[in-house]
């Protein structure tokens, strides 16, 4: 009774810690990294509606599909409007909600009370996991996290007494771990694992395999769901230039590295950069090292099984995300561990379990040492909250670690957004010192110089950019924008053409085009600007702006009768409008 008593109440204290250390992550914003994309540009942004629950289904077009993760930013909006705090709430809930199961799950596999608090918090509160909780564009991890250890918990209620109903409940779990982010893709090998320790199933292995096909099968279909929506995306373009051994060589040594700020977690970066040309030495150590572990887990898998049981774990809940398929420009990520490192927590607490045994002196050794070691990494954990605060923070930060061309175009996006040109400009510049080639940087300098007025330098950039993708959309409009503040219309023109032939939305198109149009007609070139609006309201009839613009220059040139019919036709178009009162009589 009093076990079962234990088991309820450890893991919910121990979720309580987690929430009191991470509580902090509400008072951060939104971050220019992807948070526009989850939380602004889709339709889960409007709330729980029709069009979000269709799009959660069946959209593979950002990366993943993991259609729980939109449901739960729909789900957020419908709560707490856009204010970030209670999505933040929301994030750090699930995160102590999966502290609090993993606490459950050590003492189901058979730890010491004192052994599954320690590990759990020791998992839960150290600053590798900030990145999952933090930053609102990985809700995926944090919710990811939350079912695939329920399912985990209740796949050992299955095996203590097998029946439909508890095959059915991690079953689903597992379903929905999937959906929430296609890292769960190694939750059958777990389960597998855990077969074999701690539970030493004497069922025979055909049955232990056939019982997790079902959940296996739907493991392939959303990793094939992924490459398709990571290639439609262009999140695996960089392969292009990744030969495998170069995958290799990276996943080696980011292995090593991931493992050394486990124990020492300094430094944590936002992004790290790519290395194609990684020392050979650093490769052949990491390697070697990488074989002695796995030998020494293999030697010891009798006398200590929990050594590969971790091991085993640590590598298959890492391979989605190893880089063996590259999707993105960074080497590793902090939140590439959020499932990995519970592996290295079992292998270790067991292993200062069996260590501390019975006598006094190590009981109270390893007690010492477990709760620095808690005491540090929450200090750590609130610090490196601190530099997810914001945008601008956050990229800071990320360049004061480690000065990349990725991080330099994100600062001076969000500074850009803030209007704020002059202060981007020179990280953009510091980018191009990184990596010249890169065209976003190009053309994001010569948007700053055509926002700035100069003219000149924009259409140079303008054109670097084009030079290096000539079929990228957006390099193309920044040119047509530069063309069109230069006066050179019918250059614009071409280019817009060329942009909605590449799927810029022609609304877009025609805001720009009647914009400057507008700003001819006041500045007393009517005749100018006349084609211009017209060009604006053939790619958008009801740009209500445009249409009252038309009157207005028509009447500027003395075509009264021109300018009736063009109101008539506006109100036709778009209904009377109060934009329209003040036009002709």
């Known amino acids: 009774m009093l076990r079962q008593l234990t088991g309820v109440v450890l893991p919910l204290v121990t979720a309580a810690l987690v929430l009191l250390v991470t509580l902090g992550a509400t008072r951060s914003g939104y971050i220019e990294l992807d948070d526009r994309l989850y939380l602004q540009n889709q339709p889960p942004a409007q709330g729980m509606t ?3 629950v269709v799009f959660a289904f069946t959209s593979v077009r950002e990366l993943y599909w993991h259609p729980l993760t939109w449901l739960s930013h729909a789900l957020d909006v419908e709560i707490f409007d856009s204010a970030p705090a209670g999505h933040h709430l929301t994030s750090v809930l699930l995160h102590a909600l999966a502290a609090g199961l993993l606490c459950l799950l050590l003492i189901r596999l058979g730890a010491g009370t004192s052994t599954a608090a320690v590990g759990s918090l020791l998992w839960a509160l150290h600053p590798l996991r900030v990145e999952s909780f933090a930053w609102l564009a990985e809700r995926k991890d944090v919710l990811c996290a939350a079912f695939f250890l329920a399912a985990i918990a209740a796949y050992l209620r299955y095996l203590d007494r097998p029946s439909r109903a508890r095959y ?12 929430s982010k296609p890292t769960a893709v190694s939750l059958p090998i777990i389960l597998l694992l855990l077969d074999f320790w701690p539970r030493r199933r004497q069922t025979s292995l055909l049955r232990i395999v056939l019982e997790k096909l079902p959940l296996a099968a739907a493991a392939a279909a959303v990793a094939i769901l992924t490459a398709i929506g990571q290639q439609s995306a262009g999140a695996t373009s960089l392969l292009q230039g990744l030969p495998l051994h170069v995958r290799l060589e990276n996943a080696a040594v980011s292995c090593l590295r991931y493992l050394a700020k486990m124990f020492w977690p300094v430094n944590l970066n936002p992004f ?3 290395n194609p040309n990684l020392p050979a030495a650093w490769v052949i150590a990491s390697t070697a090292l990488l074989a002695v572990i796995t030998a020494v887990a293999v030697l010891e898998r009798k006398r200590r099984p929990w050594l590969l049981f971790g091991w085993i774990w640590f590598l298959a809940t890492l391979l989605p995300n190893s880089g063996l398929v590259q999707a993105g420009w960074q080497s590793m990520a902090d939140r590439f561990t959020h499932l990995p490192m519970i592996g290295i927590v079992i292998a270790v607490a067991w292993t200062v379990a069996d ?6 002196w190590r009981q109270k050794a390893a007690a010492w040492i477990a709760g620095v ?29 480690e000065d990349s061309a990725f991080m330099r175009e994100n600062m001076a996006a969000t500074l850009m957004r803030q209007g704020r040109d002059r202060e981007a400009e020179p990280h953009l510049l510091a980018g191009l010192r990184l990596a010249p080639r890169q065209y976003t940087l190009h053309d994001h300098l010569a948007d700053v110089y055509r926002r700035t007025g100069r003219l000149d330098q924009a259409l140079s950039e303008a054109n670097a950019a084009l030079a290096l993708a000539p079929g990228q959309r957006a390099a193309v409009e920044t040119a047509g924008m530069v063309h069109l503040r230069r006066a050179e219309y019918s250059a614009a023109l071409v280019y817009f053409d060329q ?17 400057m149009g507008a700003s001819l007609a006041s500045s007393g070139q009517p005749r100018e600007a006349e084609p211009l609006i017209r060009k604006a309201l053939d790619l958008n009839p009801l740009l209500i702006q445009a249409r009252r613009n038309l009157v207005l220059v028509l009447e ?18 778009t209904g009377p409008r109060p934009e329209y009162r003040d036009l002709m009589p």
């Open 50 to 52: 029709s069009e979000a």
């Open 168 to 179: 059915a409940a991690w079953l689903s779990l597992g379903l929905l771990a999937l959906m």
């Open 272 to 274: 790290y950069r790519y």
């Open 355 to 360: 260590w501390a045994g019975a006598q006094p």
């Open 373 to 401: 070691a808690l005491v540090a990494l929450a200090s750590l954990t609130i610090r490196q909250i601190g530099y997810w605060h914001d945008s601008e923070t956050l990229f800071l930060r990320s360049i004061a670690l």
């Open 499 to 515: 942009a909605l032939k590449l799927g810029t939305p022609p609304p877009t198109i025609a805001s720009l085009v009647s914009d």
């Open 556 to 573: 500027d040139q003395h075509r009264t009768e021109e300018a009736r019919a063009a109101l008539a036709q506006a109100v036709r178009a």
